[in-house]
């Protein structure tokens, strides 16, 4: 998968504000979506199919992460 991503079209929670520790994602039309982290604007995205990132989701939905 081809790392070159344009800037524009990623998306972000509306819980994040504007503080810029942000994760935004774009979806990038062939099956895949693209992930960054506002902090490093210049590092290149994190490519994921669209059954990981629903999988992603649904772990985020259910508080799989919480510490």
């Not at 504000?17 to 210049?42: E, S, W």
Request: net charge negative; proline share 4%.
């Amino acid at each position: 998968m081809d790392k070159a991503v344009s800037e524009d079209g990623y998306r972000t929670s509306s819980f994040s504000g504007d503080n810029g520790d942000c994760v935004a994602f774009k979806d990038l039309g062939n099956g895949y979506v693209a992930i960054k982290d506002t902090k490093d604007p210049a590092a290149p995205p994190h490519m994921y199919s669209y059954s990981e990132w629903r999988a992603f989701i649904k772990g985020v939905q259910n508080m799989e992460f919480e510490v």
